[in-house]
């Protein structure tokens, strides 16, 4: 099993555009999920495979993915997206980043 | 929908098992699914502890797998997570959640319905 690296902290204004990133090589056969997890909060799914959501989750949030490198973005960010997210291959979880909407 | 919802002792004494059960809810366990535990110490992040088919089949994670026993029950539709020798170290929140897993040119994995999740401290 390999380790799924992501930045710990990100900053977006209000309305704005962010992109959160997590490698590993495993991702070069896996796609990588996504969860967020807002504080004393199970995570929640909110994007699997090439770019898809779950029911119910705002369409401001997409995936994307190259190499061994996915990505979670998030466009026009809301004040409720503040949380952490992290990133699954299989039997791995990310590093998790923190978004603080600005 | 389905809904899970872990249960068991919130206090386990250090070099006890812990022992915690996911009952499964609005849908069948033995349904074409794995099922999994995943815990989060105080402060940290996400980690995976292992996963079952209702035919019982496992995997484990590598630094857990000497002390961690997963078993599912199709009678009272649930699943089980046993943890022994345990220190403060797994001191955590443990969640149990539904795996969908399913490949095409890419692997598919990702969870989509999981417990509210369980605190479980160990000290003595």
Same mark, same amino acid.
């Given at each position: 099993?390999?380790?799924?690296?992501?930045?710990?902290?990100? %900053?977006?204004?209000?309305?704005?555009?962010?992109?959160?990133?997590?490698?590993?090589?495993?991702?070069?056969?896996?796609?990588?999920?996504?969860?967020?997890?807002?504080?004393?909060?199970?995570?929640?799914?909110?994007?699997?495979?090439?770019?898809? *959501?779950?029911?119910?989750?705002?369409? *401001?949030?997409?995936?994307?993915? %190259?190499? #061994?490198? @996915?990505?979670?973005?998030?466009?026009?960010?809301? @004040?409720?997206?503040?949380?952490?997210?992290?990133? #699954?291959? *299989?039997?791995?979880?990310?590093?998790?980043?923190?978004?603080?909407?600005? | $929908?389905?809904?899970?919802?872990?249960?068991?002792?919130?206090?386990?004494?250090?070099?006890?098992?812990?022992?915690?059960? &996911?009952? =499964?809810?609005?849908?069948?366990?033995?349904?074409?699914?794995?099922?999994?535990?995943?815990? $989060?110490?105080?402060?940290?992040?996400?980690?995976?502890?292992?996963?079952?088919?209702?035919?019982?089949?496992?995997?484990?994670?590598?630094?857990?797998?000497?002390?961690?026993?997963?078993?599912?029950?199709?009678?009272?539709? $649930?699943?089980?997570?046993?943890?022994?020798? =345990?220190?403060?170290?797994?001191?955590?929140?443990?969640? &149990?959640?539904?795996?969908?897993?399913?490949?095409?040119?890419?692997?598919?994995?990702?969870?989509?319905?999981?417990?509210?999740?369980?605190?479980?401290? =160990?000290?003595?």
């Amino acid at each position: 099993s390999s380790e799924l690296t992501q930045d710990p902290a990100v %900053s977006v204004a209000l309305g704005q555009t962010v992109r959160i990133t997590c490698q590993g090589d495993s991702l070069r056969s896996y796609y990588a999920s996504w969860y967020q997890q807002k504080p004393g909060q199970a995570p929640v799914l909110v994007i699997y495979g090439k770019n898809n *959501r779950p029911s119910g989750i705002p369409d *401001r949030f997409s995936g994307s993915s %190259s190499g #061994n490198t @996915a990505s979670l973005t998030i466009t026009g960010a809301q @004040a409720e997206d503040e949380a952490d997210y992290y990133c #699954n291959s *299989r039997e791995t979880f990310g590093t998790g980043t923190k978004v603080t909407v600005l | $929908q389905v809904q899970l919802q872990e249960s068991g002792p919130g206090l386990v004494k250090p070099s006890g098992t812990l022992s915690l059960t &996911c009952a =499964v809810s609005g849908g069948s366990i033995s349904s074409s699914n794995w099922w999994s535990w995943v815990r $989060q110490p105080p402060g940290k992040g996400l980690e995976w502890i292992g996963e079952i088919y209702h035919s019982g089949s496992t995997n484990y994670n590598p630094s857990l797998k000497s002390r961690v026993t997963i078993s599912v029950d199709k009678s009272k539709n $649930q699943f089980s997570l046993k943890l022994s020798s =345990v220190t403060a170290a797994d001191t955590a929140v443990y969640y &149990c959640a539904r795996i969908i897993e399913y490949s095409s040119s890419y692997y598919y994995y990702y969870m989509d319905v999981w417990g509210k999740g369980t605190t479980v401290t =160990v000290s003595s």
